[in-house]
């Protein structure tokens, strides 16, 4: 493929705008059970490298995610392409890098050599549109169109156009399915069919119609994965109260480094009511542990704080009974369970130094000084002072 510039020539003002002019033109070439669950989708796995991919194939994915540069080097990689299509894909990779000049002196080049190739049209609509100019982009869009041929380039084009104007998402599925009925292997409408569904879905939210903004979610995720596509699955499962499933979403995104500030502990005290409701008192129990890990407070779980501290007291009772027993290890172990359902239970708090103590004793006999340790410092930690603490550090300082 010859390039008609070399990426290294960019300016520094030029380079300067690559990455917004990039990212632009790969929006709008892209864009822009009994507990309530919906039916299980396959997750979209990362995007990785191309295996195999051939370098025109990857090249333009390449532009479509956006990585210009990288499309830059990739397209050294592709030998000669047949007819205009080295000039589309030029042209589109100029204005990816900032350089709307030179995309239109290619594709007016171009139109010299085909006057009536309606992929010119879609194409320099498509650059237009990238420079803000929709204006002109219709005018091109309708100039195609009067060459009276169907042509699926500029099919893409009116779905670009209407991805660039407010409330026009869920026109541009329509325009794209069809340019993909008419060339089922057109290249840039995988994001752009994405970004669609995007913001026809958020629109069917905002309309309290989560099964539809749900459906929309799925069918541009299996176009493009997108993390806002993954929140918008999230907020409708939400919104069905498949909460499972949308905790799950969540906890994604939250990897993912999206900043849900305490959706997910509200989420989880949701689900813990639903299943109260249901009799499930296990299950509500581990939502309102959740609930309160994430950092809700007693006032926020409300009734959950009441679950919390009967399940710890009844932990606690389980743990003395084994420590009365003589089972010093199930008893420490079941009184660390209780707290965790009830850190602050003072009670607890008092067993755990005696069971630690006694562990501890039993640790130092067996020839495990280190584990002994252990055992008193976390006790320590969690209670630095009470009625055990104080026989704990002097236990401790014997052992040094």
């Known amino acids: 493929m010859q390039l008609p510039f070399p990426c290294s020539t960019l300016d520094h003002r030029r380079a300067l705008g690559c990455a917004w002019a990039a990212a632009f033109l790969a929006v709008i070439s892209a864009c822009g059970s009994g507990n309530g669950e919906v039916e299980a989708q396959p997750q979209p796995g990362e995007s990785g490298p191309a295996v195999g991919r051939h370098p025109l194939a990857e090249a333009r994915r390449l532009l479509e995610a956006g990585e210009a540069t990288a499309a830059h080097r990739a397209a050294t990689l592709v030998g000669e392409i047949p007819g205009i299509e080295d000039d589309l894909f030029s042209a589109r990779l100029a204005a990816a890098l900032g350089d709307g000049i030179t995309a239109l ?44 041929r169907p042509s699926p380039e500029l099919m893409r084009a009116r779905a670009m156009l209407l991805l660039a104007t407010p409330g026009g998402g869920c026109g541009a599925i329509d325009h794209l399915l069809e340019a993909r009925a008419l060339d089922p292997g057109l290249p840039f409408c995988d994001r ?93 129990l581990q939502h309102y542990l959740a609930a309160r890990n994430l950092g809700m407070d007693a006032a926020g779980l409300g009734f959950g704080q009441n679950v919390l501290r009967e399940a710890a007291e009844a932990q606690l009772d389980g743990a003395i009974e084994m420590g009365r027993g003589g089972n010093l290890e199930g008893a420490h172990k079941g009184i660390l369970l209780a707290l965790d359902l009830d850190p602050a239970h003072s009670e607890a708090l008092e ?50």
């Not at 100019?133 to 060459?147: Q, S, T, V, Y």
């Not at 039993?362 to 584990?371: L, M, T």
């Not at 704990?392 to 300082?397: D, E, M, T, V, Y």
């Open 351 to 400: 067993h755990l130094g005696a069971a630690s103590l006694g562990l501890a004793r039993q640790r130092r006999d067996q020839g495990k000084p280190g584990e002994a340790r252990a055992l008193l410092l976390d006790f320590l930690a969690r209670a630095p002072e009470g009625p055990w603490s104080d026989d704990a550090r002097r236990f401790l300082a014997g052992l040094d």
């Open 105 to 148: 002196r290619v594709l007016g080049e171009a139109s010299g050599q085909s006057t009536q190739d309606a992929r010119i049209h879609g194409a320099r609509a498509e650059v237009y549109i990238a420079l803000g100019r929709n204006a002109a982009a219709a005018d091109e869009i309708r100039a195609g169109l009067a060459l009276g």
């Open 192 to 284: 752009a069919l994405s970004q669609a569904h995007l913001l026809c879905g958020r629109k069917a939210l905002g309309e309290d119609d989560p099964a539809k903004a749900l459906r929309h979610a799925r069918a541009g995720a299996a176009a493009w994965e997108d993390l806002d596509l993954l929140e918008l699955e999230a907020d409708a499962c939400s919104g069905l109260g498949a909460f499972e499933q949308a905790l799950r979403a969540y906890a994604r995104l939250e990897a993912s480094g999206r900043n849900l500030g305490d959706t997910r502990a509200i989420l989880h005290h949701r689900a813990a009511t639903r299943a109260l409701v249901e009799g499930d008192r296990e299950r509500a």
